[in-house]
């Protein structure tokens, strides 16, 4: 987008923010609260929601999250951002409480970002009318269904729900759980990752991604995972039994065996969505602990004007700019190089490792200023902390982001870097300091 238009977007999306999302914060959660105790069977987003995304599309504020190029192939119009402008958007929006509150009403919240995203680039046109249409009008929600109970999923060749071909039919068996979405009655479809093939097929080619509409026989949405006690109503983490669940053969996305391929497209930009909106939420904590240590008094001064806490205000902001540095540095690489590029590959992962974390620790720093009220409802910094707590391992643990990353690093090292080959000075040790007497 034209960086004049880009910037009156902002100014839009700002406005939005301040007259829309930050005086409906608390409502959400009230009514949250009401379909919580009406039972399972009123699971669906609250009235607010659905307000909300009509003043979105009046602002021009809908579906930003979708890419120019993903925009073409599905043969809409999206918000016209490369993901670098996206990567301020999505900030922006990360300040709400909770961090996808703004980006719900937007239509660029997870699970189903990332989804329509795979729809848009891989699926068929039956596919994409079928599914990815709706989702893009927000009629429908959906969820993505990859990690299981019983193998470590951080590493997705121990996947072991199977996928059998019978007929004309896939048949489905297995357990999954923290499968997010799937419990909103308006969650449609579930795009399903499991085993077509045996063992006697490539690691990385047994894998297959799979539609499987939510109302197939066979599948049982047994309980919401809970995180610090929480159930994230009314879109929960659930835990999905699949009992000879039969979908057709054409549901099969971008073909047999081609799993980890779409795993790797989708989870970048979709993981990357998710560190953008924690630089918001980073930023908010931040706001929160300056103007309660300005306006705060213990042992005769203003607590900014205990140095500790000063320090920690100005080491804040510079774990934020470092953090977002990094972030807009990804996302411009994957709209110059796509996120297959090893360099760009290794700062997606070094991206989720960094800012959730960082994140984390700038909301503790808040909450310790805060004293008990930091910790209590009356604040937004709970949600935040828990919320920048569980991506360190919703999205895959900090260990294993860390782990790709200096494995590619190593690789470039030894393979591109010019400085790799000079190595350790070699000293001319034929004459000793001192001679043995």
Request: hydrophobic letters at 40%; one cysteine or more; aromatic letters at 8%.
């Given at each position: 987008m034209e960086s004049g238009k880009f910037e009156a977007l902002k100014a839009e999306l700002w406005d939005f923010m301040k007259k829309d999302i930050y005086p409906n914060e608390l409502l959400f959660f009230e009514q949250v609260k009401k379909i919580r105790a009406l039972g399972p069977a009123h699971w669906?987003?609250?009235?607010?929601?659905?307000?909300?995304?009509?003043?979105?599309?009046?602002?021009?504020?809908?579906?930003?999250?979708?890419?120019?190029?993903?925009?073409?192939?599905?043969?809409?119009?999206?918000?016209?951002?490369?993901?670098?402008?996206?990567?301020?958007?999505?900030?922006?929006?990360?300040?709400?409480?909770?961090?996808?509150f703004a980006a719900e009403a937007c239509n660029c919240s997870s699970p189903d970002t990332g989804n329509m995203e795979v729809l848009a680039r891989f699926g068929t046109e039956e596919q994409r009318k079928q599914w990815l249409e709706p989702l893009l009008d927000a009629k429908i929600r959906s969820c993505y269904a990859m990690t299981e109970p019983e193998v470590a999923s951080s590493d997705a060749t121990n996947i072991r729900t199977s996928i059998v071909r019978d007929g004309d039919h896939w048949v489905i068996n297995g357990r999954k759980h923290w499968i997010t979405g799937a419990a909103n009655v308006d969650c449609k479809i579930m795009i399903l990752m499991g085993r077509t093939g045996g063992s006697e097929s490539s690691t990385y080619k047994s894998q297959s991604q799979v539609l499987v509409p939510m109302d197939t026989p066979g599948i049982t949405l047994v309980r919401p995972m809970e995180t610090f006690g929480d159930d994230d109503c009314p879109k929960g983490h659930m835990e999905i039994l699949f009992e000879d669940v039969r979908v057709p053969v054409s549901n099969i996305i971008w073909g047999e065996g081609r799993g980890f391929e779409i795993a790797q497209l989708r989870l970048g930009p979709g993981r990357i969505h998710?560190?953008?909106?924690?630089?918001?939420?980073?930023?908010?904590?931040?706001s929160l602990m300056c103007r309660r240590a300005e306006t705060r008094q213990a042992f005769g001064q203003r607590l900014a004007q205990m140095g500790g806490i000063m320090q920690q205000i100005a080491e804040i902001r510079a774990e934020i700019d470092q953090a977002r540095l990094l972030v807009r540095d990804a996302a411009d690489r994957m709209d110059r190089l796509g996120n297959?590029?090893?360099?760009?590959?290794?700062?997606?992962?070094?991206?989720?490792?960094?800012?959730?974390?960082?994140?984390?620790?700038?909301?503790?720093?808040?909450?310790?200023?805060?004293?008990?009220?930091?910790?209590?409802?009356?604040?937004?910094?709970?949600?935040?902390?828990?919320?920048?707590?569980?991506?360190?391992?919703?999205?895959?643990?900090?260990?294993?982001?860390?782990?790709?990353?200096?494995r590619l690093e190593l690789d470039y090292q030894k393979k591109e870097s010019p400085l790799y080959d000079i190595g350790l000075y070699q000293h001319d040790k034929s004459v000793p300091f001192r001679a043995k007497l």
């Amino acid at each position: 987008m034209e960086s004049g238009k880009f910037e009156a977007l902002k100014a839009e999306l700002w406005d939005f923010m301040k007259k829309d999302i930050y005086p409906n914060e608390l409502l959400f959660f009230e009514q949250v609260k009401k379909i919580r105790a009406l039972g399972p069977a009123h699971w669906k987003q609250p009235p607010i929601i659905f307000e909300l995304r009509e003043k979105a599309k009046a602002r021009g504020l809908w579906n930003l999250f979708l890419p120019v190029d993903s925009a073409k192939i599905a043969g809409r119009t999206g918000g016209g951002l490369t993901n670098l402008q996206y990567a301020d958007c999505c900030e922006i929006m990360g300040t709400a409480n909770h961090a996808e509150f703004a980006a719900e009403a937007c239509n660029c919240s997870s699970p189903d970002t990332g989804n329509m995203e795979v729809l848009a680039r891989f699926g068929t046109e039956e596919q994409r009318k079928q599914w990815l249409e709706p989702l893009l009008d927000a009629k429908i929600r959906s969820c993505y269904a990859m990690t299981e109970p019983e193998v470590a999923s951080s590493d997705a060749t121990n996947i072991r729900t199977s996928i059998v071909r019978d007929g004309d039919h896939w048949v489905i068996n297995g357990r999954k759980h923290w499968i997010t979405g799937a419990a909103n009655v308006d969650c449609k479809i579930m795009i399903l990752m499991g085993r077509t093939g045996g063992s006697e097929s490539s690691t990385y080619k047994s894998q297959s991604q799979v539609l499987v509409p939510m109302d197939t026989p066979g599948i049982t949405l047994v309980r919401p995972m809970e995180t610090f006690g929480d159930d994230d109503c009314p879109k929960g983490h659930m835990e999905i039994l699949f009992e000879d669940v039969r979908v057709p053969v054409s549901n099969i996305i971008w073909g047999e065996g081609r799993g980890f391929e779409i795993a790797q497209l989708r989870l970048g930009p979709g993981r990357i969505h998710h560190c953008m909106r924690q630089i918001g939420q980073a930023e908010r904590a931040l706001s929160l602990m300056c103007r309660r240590a300005e306006t705060r008094q213990a042992f005769g001064q203003r607590l900014a004007q205990m140095g500790g806490i000063m320090q920690q205000i100005a080491e804040i902001r510079a774990e934020i700019d470092q953090a977002r540095l990094l972030v807009r540095d990804a996302a411009d690489r994957m709209d110059r190089l796509g996120n297959t590029d090893r360099y760009t590959r290794k700062l997606l992962s070094l991206v989720k490792a960094v800012v959730p974390s960082m994140t984390q620790r700038v909301v503790d720093r808040a909450m310790q200023v805060h004293g008990g009220l930091g910790a209590s409802q009356d604040s937004f910094l709970p949600y935040a902390l828990i919320g920048s707590r569980n991506l360190r391992w919703a999205d895959g643990p900090d260990e294993v982001h860390w782990r790709t990353a200096g494995r590619l690093e190593l690789d470039y090292q030894k393979k591109e870097s010019p400085l790799y080959d000079i190595g350790l000075y070699q000293h001319d040790k034929s004459v000793p300091f001192r001679a043995k007497l």
